[in-house]
């Protein structure tokens, strides 16, 4: 085989890339009727060249009441506090001066089981979230405490109000962390915590005939899932919390909410960054032996194989796939053909960056593409503009069938598919 025979083909270069970046709001909405309450969480997650290990999603919901005033506290447990939409609650009767039976007064029950909500993408892809409610704060608004009690200060006068204390003294089952959220002669603020997700009841001391709550805010915890391992796109899901008496949300048999129901919606927004670079002139190139064609010519010998190997740059956050296309298939590879017709197979491999594994969990190193089934690789972390490689082979049975039709040329183009939905 005379050097100016040696075989090539082109490497036309096709990626495709599905990125979807969708910009979500925060919206509070309540029902006309008072019959149902919606909230919105918003997450989304962005890739971070600075923190290319961070898998976790970045709550966008702006934080309200008792998270601003407790940042640290809220940061240290990944608490997050949000308004509870326009629903309030209003006492239905008397309270009664040193009532037995907790329900008969001010009580708080949040629902601090675990829900497991599922979200979906426009394209069916889902996930699940997990949301948990840890404490709630509200306004109390009630008739001029100093005359109530008799007492001209106005915090002794709250304090005066109720069994151990004024309000912001959590009872048993709630703690509080907050100081006095806020008060006047006929306002109280308060936030209670759940200590074991029974019900929070304070005993009053005098008669109340008249109660009503407002600004109620819920503190939450949400667990996202991972999303290096999710397509890009917005994800969205919900869940319903009921609320009154015995129900998720129980305010006890006195204080009676609006709304009968909570929606909470959930949005999830995922973007990715997904690039591969080639250097120029790279759609090209010619299969060689190793150390070139001379010496093999000066010695008479057969090549063992014949090789190219195409340097690129990859960047992802995301899973993606591999598949090649072949203008001459050669069962699940792609082949190089002469001009008589004769067409040996090219094996078409892969070596990507650490970080990226292949569908059974191990590094990617000269893995085999296929013409036939697309091959899915998953990072571990933000990969960014890393080496990586395709080497293209033609192997001992291939050479040797090549050197029977010494002094033709072959040729044959490969298209690389990477694609990032899956």
């Given at each position: 085989?005379?050097p100016?025979?040696?075989?090539?083909?082109?490497?036309?270069?096709?990626i495709?890339?599905?990125?979807?970046?969708?910009?979500?709001g925060?919206?509070?909405?309540?029902?006309?009727?008072?019959l149902?309450a919606?909230?919105?969480?918003t997450?989304s997650?962005s890739?971070?060249?600075t923190?290319?290990?961070?898998n976790?999603?970045?709550?966008?919901?702006?934080?309200?009441?008792f998270?601003?005033?407790?940042?640290?506290?809220?940061?240290?447990?990944d608490l997050?506090?949000?308004s509870?939409?326009?629903?309030?609650?209003?006492?239905?009767?008397?309270i009664?001066?040193?009532?037995v039976?907790e329900?008969e007064?001010?009580?708080?029950?949040?629902?601090v089981q675990p829900?497991v909500v599922?979200v979906?993408?426009?394209s069916?892809?889902?996930?699940?979230?997990?949301?948990k409610?840890?404490?709630?704060?509200?306004?109390?608004e009630?008739?001029?405490?100093?005359?109530?009690?008799?007492?001209?200060?106005v915090y002794?006068?709250?304090?005066a109000?109720?069994?151990?204390?004024?309000?912001?003294?959590?009872?048993?089952?709630c703690?509080?962390t907050t100081?006095i959220?806020?008060?006047?002669?006929?306002v109280?603020r308060f936030?209670?915590?759940?200590?074991?997700?029974?019900?929070c009841?304070?005993?009053?001391?005098?008669?109340?005939?008249?109660?009503?709550?407002?600004?109620i805010?819920?503190?939450?915890q949400?667990?996202?899932?991972?999303?290096?391992?999710?397509e890009?796109?917005?994800?969205?899901?919900s869940?319903?919390y009921?609320l009154?008496?015995?129900?998720?949300?129980?305010?006890?048999?006195?204080?009676?909410?609006?709304?009968s129901?909570?929606?909470?919606?959930?949005?999830?927004?995922?973007?990715?960054?997904?690039?591969?670079?080639f250097?120029?002139?790279?759609?090209r190139?010619?299969?060689i032996?190793?150390g070139g064609?001379?010496q093999?010519?000066?010695r008479?010998?057969?090549?063992e194989?014949?090789f190219?190997?195409?340097?690129f740059?990859?960047s992802?956050s995301?899973m993606?796939?591999?598949?090649?296309?072949?203008?001459?298939?050669?069962?699940?590879?792609c082949?190089?053909?002469n001009?008589?017709?004769h067409?040996?197979?090219v094996?078409?491999?892969v070596?990507?960056?650490h970080?990226?594994?292949?569908?059974?969990?191990?590094?990617v190193?000269r893995?085999?593409?296929?013409?036939?089934?697309?091959?899915?690789?998953y990072?571990?972390?933000?990969?960014?503009?890393d080496?990586?490689?395709l080497?293209?082979?033609v192997?001992?049975?291939?050479?040797?069938?090549?050197?029977?039709?010494?002094?033709?040329?072959?040729?044959?183009?490969?298209?690389?598919?990477?694609?990032?939905?899956i």
């Amino acid at each position: 085989m005379k050097p100016e025979h040696r075989a090539g083909w082109q490497l036309p270069k096709k990626i495709k890339l599905y990125l979807k970046c969708i910009v979500g709001g925060l919206s509070v909405v309540a029902s006309g009727l008072g019959l149902a309450a919606s909230i919105d969480i918003t997450a989304s997650f962005s890739p971070d060249p600075t923190n290319p290990y961070n898998n976790i999603f970045t709550n966008t919901t702006p934080d309200v009441g008792f998270c601003i005033r407790q940042p640290a506290y809220c940061k240290a447990n990944d608490l997050h506090s949000v308004s509870l939409g326009h629903f309030s609650a209003t006492g239905q009767r008397l309270i009664l001066p040193n009532h037995v039976d907790e329900r008969e007064g001010v009580m708080l029950k949040v629902p601090v089981q675990p829900r497991v909500v599922s979200v979906t993408s426009p394209s069916g892809a889902t996930q699940n979230v997990t949301f948990k409610f840890i404490g709630m704060g509200l306004s109390m608004e009630t008739s001029d405490v100093t005359i109530k009690a008799g007492i001209p200060n106005v915090y002794e006068a709250h304090n005066a109000l109720w069994a151990g204390g004024s309000l912001d003294n959590a009872p048993d089952n709630c703690f509080s962390t907050t100081p006095i959220g806020g008060y006047s002669a006929r306002v109280f603020r308060f936030f209670w915590l759940s200590r074991n997700g029974q019900a929070c009841a304070k005993q009053a001391l005098f008669a109340f005939g008249r109660m009503y709550f407002y600004g109620i805010i819920g503190a939450y915890q949400l667990t996202t899932p991972n999303p290096l391992g999710m397509e890009p796109g917005t994800y969205t899901g919900s869940v319903v919390y009921t609320l009154g008496p015995g129900m998720d949300f129980d305010f006890g048999d006195v204080i009676i909410p609006s709304a009968s129901t909570l929606t909470i919606n959930f949005t999830l927004e995922v973007n990715h960054v997904f690039a591969v670079q080639f250097p120029p002139n790279s759609d090209r190139v010619a299969l060689i032996p190793e150390g070139g064609w001379q010496q093999w010519l000066n010695r008479g010998r057969r090549p063992e194989k014949l090789f190219a190997n195409q340097h690129f740059r990859l960047s992802t956050s995301a899973m993606f796939k591999m598949q090649i296309q072949c203008q001459y298939p050669v069962g699940d590879m792609c082949g190089i053909r002469n001009g008589s017709g004769h067409v040996v197979p090219v094996d078409t491999l892969v070596t990507l960056p650490h970080g990226i594994t292949s569908m059974t969990g191990n590094a990617v190193n000269r893995y085999r593409l296929s013409n036939s089934a697309p091959s899915i690789f998953y990072p571990s972390k933000y990969v960014v503009n890393d080496r990586a490689i395709l080497n293209f082979e033609v192997n001992r049975d291939g050479v040797e069938q090549m050197i029977g039709y010494a002094g033709e040329r072959y040729l044959g183009d490969v298209t690389v598919v990477w694609d990032s939905e899956i």
